[in-house]
Structure formats: structure tokens, C-alpha cells
């Protein structure tokens, strides 16, 4: 299985590099960038397995981030952030976060979580590549391999007959 990919957009260095440090360790591939810019490049550029996101980014903030990841991509979003009150929580879950962790934090429950979001992704994915390869099809033949249901579509009419 390959490497998970993860983008970390953190302005904050020491921060950046703890996590990078962390990620790496553990056997994950990191990317460091360190503002909302730039960011958005990469996502628009490669795939992720997941995004860790600050708010307070430069040049763009972590929220309009967010937003265009939501409006293209299914990519999860930690958002890590000095801004820890419940409203802060409650608009970065709403705009579409997966996880949400304030600043400062335990690394070892930094870590869980990512690994949690990384399990539930890689898995879910996994289960849509499963589903897609359950039903064989070859011109007017069609094969469940759950059901072992065969069907053979008629070239008269748009009917289906199963076997």
C-alpha cells in the first residue's frame, strides 16, 4: 500500500515542523506550505489523503480555502487553529471540516486523529473501488458477482431479463 499523502498549510513554523516531524515518523508523506495561496495550488495540483488546514493563513485565510476544497474535492480537512471558541468550531465544521482541533494540543491525540480520519477515508474509498468492481459488464452482458444474477439486455427494447 502506498504512502497516505497529507498537505499541512501552517504559518507557524515550529508548528509546521512538529507536525511534519510527527507525520513523517509514522510513515506518512508530508507536504509543508505556509499560506492559504499556495495551498489551494497544491490541491488543485495533486492528490491528498488529507489536508491539515490553519485558519489564520496568509495571502488567503483557511476558511476560503475550505470552501473551494469542498466545492471540488472529498479530500478530509482537519483544521488546526489558535481559534478555539465554540463559534469558531461551529463555522469551521459547518463550511464542511471533518475535524476540528485548537491550538495548543496534545500531539498524541493530534496524531490519533489524523490516523482516524486516514482510516475512515482510505476505507471508504476502498469500499467504492469494491462496489464499482462487483458488476461486470461486457457489451449486452451484465454480471453481479454478489448475487451471481445475470443480465442480458435486449437490443429490441431497453429491457433487462435476468437469468
Known amino acids: 500500500m502506498s504512502l497516505s499523502k497529507i498537505l499541512v498549510a501552517e504559518d507557524d513554523k515550529e508548528i509546521s515542523h512538529l507536525i ?7 510513515g506518512y508523506d ?5 499560506d492559504g495561496k499556495e495551498a489551494l495550488d497544491c490541491i488543485n495540483s495533486f492528490h491528498y489523503d488529507l489536508i491539515i488546514l ?3 493563513l ?6 476560503e480555502v475550505l470552501q473551494h476544497i469542498r466545492q471540488h474535492k472529498n479530500t478530509p480537512v482537519m483544521i488546526l487553529s489558535a ?4 463559534q469558531d468550531k461551529v463555522l469551521g465544521l459547518g463550511l ?12 498524541g491525540e493530534f496524531l490519533a486523529r489524523v490516523k482516524a480520519q486516514l482510516r475512515r477515508y482510505l476505507y471508504l474509498n476502498e469500499t467504492k473501488k469494491e462496489d464499482s468492481q462487483k458488476l461486470l459488464k461486457f457489451n449486452d452482458l451484465e454480471l453481479n458477482r454478489d448475487t451471481y444474477e445475470v443480465k442480458i439486455k435486449n437490443n429490441d427494447s431497453s429491457s433487462l431479463f435476468v437469468i
Not at 511534519?20 to 509514522?26: D, F, H, I, K, V
Not at 464542511?96 to 500531539?107: L, R
Request: overall charge negative.
Open 20 to 26: 511534519q516531524r510527527t507525520l513523517q515518523n509514522e
Open 30 to 34: 508530508t507536504q509543508l506550505v505556509n
Open 54 to 56: 490553519d485558519i489564520m
Open 58 to 63: 496568509p495571502q488567503m485565510d483557511g476558511l
Open 83 to 86: 481559534k478555539g471558541g465554540e
Open 96 to 107: 464542511g471540516a471533518d475535524d476540528y482541533i485548537s491550538k495548543p494540543f496534545f500531539i
